[in-house]
């Protein structure tokens, strides 16, 4: 079983930037895949970004296109915790961002409760 709780959430301008935190419980955290999601409203929910374990200490990261050169998703493995620095926010990133994660290649089977993202124009 692994916790997620999202933080960093909030109001910002368009062109801002924010960083969302999540961070897992557990002892194998660095084995994971993990993910960003989001959702806006009345939309379903969508893929946007991932840092993938594919053994030892090497990881690679996955993105949407639609946030690729603005978000970056890291890691510290030594605080069980995943980022998403997320830069030229645009009113359309408005959504609940939701931290997932996985094992390999599986689905994703645990979820946070997700944090609120607002971009003004």
């Known amino acids: 079983q692994v916790q997620l709780v999202e933080s960093g959430g909030g109001l910002v301008q368009a062109g801002g930037s924010l960083r969302l935190s999540c961070a897992a419980s557990?002892?194998?955290?660095?084995?994971?895949?993990m993910g960003w999601f989001r959702q806006a409203p009345g939309k379903e929910r969508e893929f946007v970004a991932s840092?993938?374990?594919?053994?030892?200490?090497?990881?690679?990261?996955d993105y949407a296109d639609s946030v690729k050169g603005r978000f970056t998703i890291s890691r510290d493995n030594a605080k069980n915790t995943v980022y998403l620095q997320m830069n030229s926010l645009k009113p359309e990133d408005t959504a609940i961002y939701y931290c997932?994660?996985?094992w390999g290649n599986g689905a994703y089977a645990y979820w946070g409760q997700g944090t609120q993202v607002t971009v003004s124009s």
């Open positions: 997932a994660s996985r």
């Open positions: 557990g002892s194998t955290f660095s084995r994971l895949t």
């Open positions: 840092i993938n374990w594919t053994g030892g200490t090497v990881y690679y990261a």
